[in-house]
């Protein structure tokens, strides 16, 4: 049972932790995340590697959907803006791999801004369209634009170095990629406790409201397009990086419905949801393989038969999760968390 | 009886995911094996053909076992379903290479082949080849470990514009290709084919990849006036919409695609449109009773009811990289990636039981030959159309 956790002061009520058992697991999951790259086989590793970029990406479209309200479907689009940008940097300028990432998420978040001016006369659907269309005009760029893109063909990227170091296996990039997110998370839980944050939610839940306490729409709508964006570049980035290849088909329209659908899994508008959410929507069809795996010896030919009954129960338990779970993977946690805090009162 | 709530279910699913992240991988090591990969689509778009070469794949596996093996070794197929999606195919690969000794591996697309490249370059200790035909890829010096068991796209085109080229000096040409990576593969390179051999390109037409009304798209075709129309990058639709609407409006074109809208059951469904559609084709196909062709007579034992083109082409993959393995180790060397593409390239006038009806060379990374078939609705199949064409470099 959570007892003595009385705060004497408003800082110590707004902490990001604020108990100590909360402190203790956040510990054990740093450990854990600092020593599974020495227990983990190549597969599962590549696996928390993809896990990450897809969480870093999750979380700053949960950042625009989830707290402001936008609806957007042109996060993958943006991701291949990020990854782009460190493509031709790497391969022309040949900067430093971290200055990379970072530029990238720069760069998706000025094309962020530009695609986020209809926000400011469309919701809902109307700016759920307004996004596609921009993700295909995009993408026409990405085919086009041959002397920086490649074309259908694409570019190469050269394995990012550290210190002289070269990250070219998923256990090098592990260290990269994995605090990198942890930095973005850390980034987004607690610009929900300053004014820019509050100033998203206070859209989201109503806008004329929020313009008549004083907050500019149109600066801030921007603002959370261009942080969202600058979280799917520097996702991007990190993919490219990860993946070495970047072409118009990396990051398909129905990239973006997949992190929309994680950030729903995982739970709108908590930072915990996409976390949940991403490595859901990732690990769950890897984890439904061993299923079909372990039905081999029963069923003849299982690979072959099982896999489109896979990809079924996949989206049946979406369903199911939106059915009994309509506030996403986070509730769960939440009440799993609140069983302990009043444990053994009320079980 | 046992009371089974949340707990419990929560409990067994992290036990049965503990076990599975920790358990020990590579309890498969067997020296007398040799294991086949394999990234493969059985869902998502491209699950059509991903069947098929499965079902290729495992026959042929079967077929050799039963004969021996592999220079003592027994074959066998570790593949898992990627929905053709590049990322779950890089998964599947380190899942399957941590879990097996993999010399010999199957990818799913143009995708995978570039993105795993480098992979393969690190390891040295994989042959691969897949379902792309992609001409990017048809590069030794760039793609030194990987092969594609058939003509590239830019080949298959220069078939085609070879025997046009017999049929009619100075035809015009319009190329039709869907705006995807697969589509404009071999376009600039054909059209530029063309020109050099003579023929006239009178125009070039691009659809979306899902595009379903081509009537703008046929009056285009109408205004070229062409001679023959080449497809590239589809399956099947748009194409029978394509055909329909020409045959309406009398156009004397006739149509021609590449290996992948080839398949037999595809233009059965189409019918009558579907009548006089050529295309170039690497493989025999499955009925084709000719003498020559033992191999398919084994299989259409294996399996009684038609199998798609996607099945030979599975089936002759395994076939020619298991053959550069057999080499290998008749030679007595490691079952190293340079080892066995020095193997491959030493196939020269290799029989391929008639799946291939002339005997193939590949002195690089493809099998430039193909012959071309022209679709007869009256008898629900693909006749040859041309001798077997083997394209000189």
Known sequence: MRIATAKETYIADEGLLTTRTQRAWMIVLALVLVLAPFVLNAYWLYLACLVAINVASATGLNILTGYTGLVSLGQAAFMAVGAYAVAFLDGHLGTPFLLNIFAAGLVAAAVGVLVGVPSLRVKGLYLAIATIAASFILHFVFTNWVSVTGGMSGVNVAPARLFGIELASPFALYFVIVPITALMVLAAANLFRTRIGRAFIAIRDRDISAEVLGIPLLQYKLMSFALSSFYAGVAGGMWAYFFRVVTPESFPFATSIFFLAAVIVGGLGTILGPILGAAFMTLVPELLKYVVEWLGPVFPNAGAALSPVRTIVFGALIIFFLVFEPQGLAEIVRRIRRFFHLWPFKT | ?393
């Open chain 2, 1 to 393: 009886m046992t009371d089974l709530n949340r707990r419990h279910v929560l409990g067994l699913a992290a036990a049965g995911l503990a076990s599975t992240v920790f358990s020990p991988l590579s309890a498969f090591a067997d020296e007398k094996e040799l294991v086949i990969g394999g990234s493969i689509p059985l869902t998502g778009v491209f699950a059509f053909a991903g069947v098929a070469i499965e079902a290729g794949i495992s026959d042929f596996v079967k077929i050799t076992n039963e004969a021996g093996g592999v220079a003592g070794r027994k074959l066998r197929l570790a593949y898992e379903d990627t929905a053709y999606k590049v990322d779950q195919s890089v998964a599947v690969f380190n899942k399957l290479t941590t879990q097996n000794d993999i010399h010999l591996y199957y990818g799913d697309s143009t995708g995978f082949a570039k993105t795993i490249n480098e992979e393969l370059n690190r390891r040295g200790s994989i042959l691969m080849a897949g379902a792309s035909f992609g001409s990017e890829l048809n590069n030794p010096e760039k793609y030194p470990f990987q092969f594609m068991a058939g003509p590239d796209y830019v080949e298959m085109i220069a078939i085609l514009l070879e025997y046009i080229a017999k049929q009619q000096k100075g035809a015009k040409i319009v190329f039709v290709n869907s705006d995807t990576e697969f589509g404009r593969d071999p376009i600039e390179a054909s059209v530029k084919r063309a020109k050099e051999m003579g023929l006239e390109v009178v125009g070039q037409i691009v659809t979306p990849p899902t595009a379903v009304d081509v009537s703008t798209e046929i009056l285009k075709l109408r205004r070229a006036n062409p001679d023959f129309t080449i497809f590239h990058g589809y399956v099947l639709a748009p194409l029978p919409e394509f055909l329909s609407q020409a045959k309406q409006l009398g156009l004397k074109s006739r149509f021609m695609g590449t290996f992948w809208s080839m398949d037999n059951s595809l233009w059965a469904n189409v019918g009558a449109p579907a009548d006089g559609y050529m295309g170039v084709m690497p493989y025999r196909y499955y009925y084709d009773t000719a003498p020559d062709a033992p191999i398919l007579e084994k299989i259409r034992k294996l399996r009684p009811t038609y199998q798609a083109t996607g099945y030979m082409q599975g089936f002759l993959t395994a076939m020619l990289m298991t053959e550069a393995a057999k080499r290998t180790l008749d030679a007595g060397k490691d079952l190293t990636a340079k080892n066995l593409k020095a193997a491959l390239n030493t196939i020269k006038d290799f029989d391929t039981g008639g799946i291939i009806g002339v005997p193939i060379s590949i002195p690089g990374n493809s099998v430039p030959v193909g012959r071309i078939y022209s679709y007869s609705a009256a008898d629900k199949q693909m006749k040859p159309a041309s001798d077997w064409i083997s394209l000189k470099k």
